[in-house]
């Protein structure tokens, strides 16, 4: 499910229609949902959800994982009430396009993402939806820092040279945007 709620995810930040997949991943991610094993899986249950546009779910799978925050007597329970939880009401944000807030979320807790597990590569996924986050509040300057340090750290990226254009578009700079676009067209990252 993890894997598959981050392609989606990629593939839907990239302008993809990915069809009814959300839909679909979202109903194998409710049976999942009380699982409560590991705080990165709960995320990408969330995820499914938050693609899928299920508040229903969402709402519900805050709830659990808010619960679950309460019992730090288990390391889920520690690192969700550390992290989680927070990252988990970002993405609810995100799916209620209130983008502050998702800002706000995101950046409290940006240092402490690697407690949720996972690969590099696949914690990712907060770095982009932050992106998303900044690019869609028109937050300027964020989103131009972030994909400053983004470019710098990988000028291969075709992703962070989409956005790029995408900025560099919103604010009428089509040279810029165009020359963007031109950028290594990069499949990861």
């Not at 709830?63 to 007597?73: D, P, V």
């Not at 969700?80 to 995101?106: N, R």
């Not at 992106?131 to 869609?136: F, G, M, S």
Request: proline residues 2%.
């Amino acid at each position: 499910i993890a894997n598959a709620a981050s392609l989606l995810w990629r593939l839907h930040s990239d302008g993809i229609d990915v069809g009814t997949r959300w839909k679909d991943l979202a109903e194998i991610a409710a049976t999942r949902m009380s699982d409560q094993s590991l705080v990165f899986a709960d995320l990408h249950y969330l995820l499914t959800f938050c693609g899928a546009e299920r508040h229903d779910l969402i709402t519900t799978m805050l709830a659990t994982m808010a619960e679950a925050s309460l019992k730090t007597t288990t390391s889920h329970g520690q690192v969700m009430q550390q992290v989680g939880l927070t990252l988990g009401q970002a993405m609810a944000a995100i799916a209620s396009k209130d983008w502050v807030s998702a800002i706000a979320f995101l950046q409290s807790r940006e240092e402490s993402i690697p407690l949720i597990g996972g690969s590099n590569a696949q914690r990712d996924l907060f770095a982009r939806l932050l992106l998303y986050a900044a690019l869609a509040a028109k937050n300027i300057p964020l989103a131009q820092t972030l994909l400053r340090q983004r470019l710098e750290k990988n000028p291969q990226s075709g992703w962070a040279w989409r956005r790029q254009a995408e900025l560099l578009h919103s604010l009428n700079d089509d040279i810029g945007a165009a020359a963007a676009q031109k950028k290594p067209q990069a499949q990861t990252s």
